[in-house]
């Protein structure tokens, strides 16, 4: 049963501090999608990338969000500094090359910014 | 842009019985997807469904069926013979083909299935 996998799955860390979120999309899927979600905002995108290369990072505060796939299988999202409203539930989906147009979510890495 | 509204914030049904949870979006675009994600108390997002907007036919999966207004912009979700286990948030997105390939959600429905 082929799964996106996150980790950590919950991360507690204070403010300043980096915060880096990895995602291991399911195999064979090449399109990579970063949400996040908060009780205010609801669902939004944060980034995704296809092949690797991203497609649309508009949605994430380029001052101290960075998204990036180092290879095929490894997505990452980092912080830096964390601030208290990066305080979210933050999930990766991935896609097949064909039928892209449905996501497998990740289980979600839950961040708390004290 | 486009936009999805989910305008029950709660509802509740009792076990066996049958729900719908209502769903409005607005866009200008003509081909795009609707989606119905459910996620339970455990925070995963699981697809229920997935409505293609060229097809007229209503997409069903098991228990679960759509009712598809593509001039009204509707799209409604009906849980039939409801059971515990469909206690969850659930979430209609919109995506738009041939554009971005970003879900936009709505704000969700909170149900709960009662014993």
């Known amino acids: 049963d082929a799964r996106v996998t996150q980790t950590p799955r919950h991360k507690v860390t204070e403010m300043g501090q980096e915060v880096t979120m990895r995602c291991q999309p399911i195999l064979g899927h090449n399109t990579v999608f970063w949400y996040r979600q908060t009780m205010m905002q609801g669902l939004e995108l944060l980034a995704y990338?296809?092949?690797?290369?991203?497609?649309?990072d508009s949605g994430m505060p380029k001052d101290r969000f960075s998204a990036e796939m180092p290879d095929a299988t490894l997505a990452t999202l980092k912080i830096q500094p964390s601030e208290p409203r990066d305080s979210a539930v933050y999930f990766c989906a991935s896609g097949l090359p064909t039928g892209w147009e449905t996501q497998y979510f990740g289980p979600g890495t839950r961040l708390l910014v004290l | 842009a486009q936009t999805v509204t989910q305008s029950q914030p709660e509802m509740s049904v009792q076990e066996a019985e049958t729900v719908t949870l209502s769903c409005t979006y607005d866009?200008?675009?003509?081909?795009?997807?609707l989606f119905w994600y459910k996620q339970p108390p455990s925070r995963q997002m699981i697809l229920v469904i997935r409505q293609e907007a060229y097809k007229q036919q209503n997409a069903t999966e098991n228990r679960f069926s759509v009712n598809f207004q593509k001039a009204a912009k509707s799209f409604s979700l009906k849980i039939s013979d409801s059971q515990l286990g469909d206690t969850a948030m659930y979430f209609c997105a919109f995506m738009m083909l041939g554009g971005s390939e970003k879900l936009v959600f709505g704000k969700g429905t909170k149900l709960t299935v009662n014993p």
């Open positions: 990338f296809r092949n690797r290369a991203p497609l649309d």
């Open positions: 866009t200008s675009e003509s081909n795009y997807y």
